[in-house]
């Protein structure tokens, strides 16, 4: 391969926001283009070099190769995106109806999530899957902050003794804890190795856990306070929640990059402001707006993650062009 | 850089074009339609040629041609796509359509033909 082809391969590759076997599609059908056109204008007479040169200028500019074959890919239809709404919707009908604390309901909507994610996850990962992880990765770190009275009764046990706690159910929780946040980390970067944009509307949710789960501390947890004061928030997260199931539809339906980053932004930022203003609020509008943004940092931390990973990416593609 | 008065008019008709040429060549690949399309239009008509592709994959996951990759005797690989019942249902729309269109505009620019 020669080393403008090569490099030009290398710039798109870098561009593209596709799932690792159709990049290697894209990738392949391009450089086929290129053995063809350069072979084609030696014959004309031209040089490698200027052939090369030549065919790169034919083929266009990586950016816009990368953005018309994103979204070539990226469209799908109305039922994926019924589908990739339907997980907010269905946790958002739970704290509406405030049916979120009745065990029966709670475990048939955690469980139903889990197994759909396990199945579309091995099946391919379709487009709709990404919130449906979202709101799996909530299932363990709402667990975690459920036992965490556990872990404090041992480190207060340690740091100032007083009655020993059960160390077996200790070691199971923090054996729990450090699984959960493996399985976040590690879903986190495969999501971000495809796109990063996945990986903000799978982490979307998280945020919005996270705020409630704090505001219930403030209430006493789950079963002990007032049942009036533990559905204070139930009607702003099930608005919430609906927000992102718009954001999520349109998420399959919109062909165009920018328009996702904008609406992905926007209801991020709305749904941050949210929970800062509950955990938040009292600490005026430059508290609250500084919470908001360290929320919708995270919401979008992924790219971080994708852009440390691109180098390696490269590097690894540069490998399988000179072999 | 402004795109041509050709380029803005193709950009519209391009997958009708990719189509059209794939379904009379029975089955054909990227670099063969850019020269067919530049070659039948006396260069009138050229594009960026890397933006065929994209075109050609939104084709194929709309489900109007299939793509599948295929060895030449030099070892070469190359994606070949055909059209399915899809498509060339698609491309005799297609083909309505623009007839319609033409004879309108012609009704317009050449009413003495009329």
């Known amino acids: 391969m020669l080393p403008e082809v090569g490099c030009y391969l290398r710039e798109v590759h870098g561009l593209l926001h596709l799932e690792p076997r159709t990049k290697r599609l894209v990738l392949a059908e391009l450089r086929t283009y290129f053995q063809e056109k350069v072979q084609e204008l030696q014959g004309e007479g031209l040089s490698e070099q200027e052939a090369a040169r030549l065919a790169i200028l034919c083929c266009g500019r990586p950016r816009i190769i990368a953005r018309r074959m994103y979204e070539a890919h990226s469209h799908g239809t109305a039922s994926e995106a019924g589908l990739a709404a339907l997980p907010h919707l269905i946790v958002a009908f739970l704290f509406a109806s405030h049916l979120w604390l009745q065990p029966l309901w709670g475990i048939a909507a955690v469980s139903g999530i889990a197994v759909v994610t396990i199945l579309a996850w091995w099946n391919g990962r379709p487009s709709w899957l990404y919130p449906w992880i979202g709101y799996s990765l909530a299932i363990p770190l709402i667990c975690g902050w459920v036992s965490r009275s556990i872990l404090g009764q041992f480190v207060s046990f340690a740091l100032m003794g007083g009655p020993a706690p059960n160390l077996a159910l200790v070691a199971l929780v923090l054996l729990f804890c450090v699984l959960s946040l493996s399985v976040i980390a590690v879903t986190t970067v495969r999501v971000a190795e495809r796109d990063w944009l996945l990986a903000s509307l799978m982490l979307v949710p998280l945020p919005i856990f996270g705020g409630w789960l704090c505001s219930l501390k403030g209430m006493h947890g789950f079963f002990q306070g007032p049942a009036l004061a533990i559905h204070a928030l139930d009607s702003e997260i099930s608005l919430a929640l609906v927000a992102l199931a718009v954001t999520s539809a349109g998420f399959v339906l919109v062909r165009q990059r920018v328009l996702k980053i904008g609406g992905l932004t926007v209801v991020g930022t709305l749904a941050a402001a949210t929970v800062a203003h509950h955990l938040w609020g009292q600490q005026g509008l430059f508290g609250l707006i500084a919470a908001s943004f360290l929320l919708l940092l995270f919401i979008l931390s992924p790219v971080l993650i994708r852009s440390f990973f691109s180098d390696e990416d490269a590097v690894a593609f540069a490998e399988t062009l000179t072999s | ?114």
């Open chain 2, 1 to 114: 850089m402004r795109e041509s008065r050709s380029e803005h008019m193709l950009r519209g008709s391009a997958e009708g074009l990719l189509l059209f040429l794939i379904e009379e060549k029975g089955q054909s690949y990227g670099y063969e339609i850019i020269r067919e399309i530049e070659r039948r239009s006396r260069g009138y008509l050229t594009f960026k040629e890397g933006t065929i592709y994209p075109a050609l994959h939104k084709l194929e996951n709309q489900g109007l041609i299939l793509g599948e990759w295929s060895e030449l005797p030099s070892g070469q690989q190359r994606r070949c796509y055909r059209i399915t019942e899809k498509g060339r249902k698609e491309l005799s729309e297609r083909i309505q359509a623009w007839e319609g269109f033409q004879n309108a505009l012609n009704l317009i620019y050449k009413p003495s033909n009329a």
